[in-house]
């Protein structure tokens, strides 16, 4: 069966780095766009980030981010580990949330919320002094 788990999170000061990590299990990895997308205490899903899968014209690797995080996060993936990955720097309070790894139904990423078929079960991420 399909399994996310994500790993990673934690404790961080503002201005640091950390980086979150995705291992995709039970599909072809490379061939789907992933996502990462997070939820801050109380708000709604906010899009984070996508990169096209290899069925993407132009063999994958496109990458999508949302304004809040662009220049400052990083969305990659290495399809012989079957790994995805999130490299934020310069974090800031506001990117406090449960960062979770989502597989769209589909080889394109998408800039924006959109449709998920899989979910990993998701890891903290605390910006605080």
């Known amino acids: 069966q399909v399994q996310l788990v994500e790993s990673g999170g934690g404790l961080v000061r503002p201005g640091g780095s950390l980086t979150l990590s995705c291992a995709a299990s039970g599909f072809t990895f490379s061939f789907y766009a992933m996502s990462w997308v997070r939820q801050a205490p109380g708000k709604g899903l906010e899009w984070v980030s996508d990169i096209d899968g290899s069925g993407a014209s132009g063999g994958g690797g496109r990458t999508y981010s949302a304004d809040s995080v662009k220049g400052r996060f990083t969305i990659s993936r290495d399809n012989a580990k079957n790994t995805l990955y999130l490299q934020m720097s310069s974090l800031e309070p506001e990117d406090t949330a449960v960062y979770y790894c989502?597989?769209?139904?589909?080889?394109?990423?998408?800039?924006?919320?959109?449709?998920?078929?899989?979910w990993g079960q998701g890891t903290q991420v605390t910006v605080s002094s």
């Open positions: 989502v597989r769209p139904p589909r080889a394109v990423g998408v800039a924006g919320i959109t449709e998920y078929d899989y």
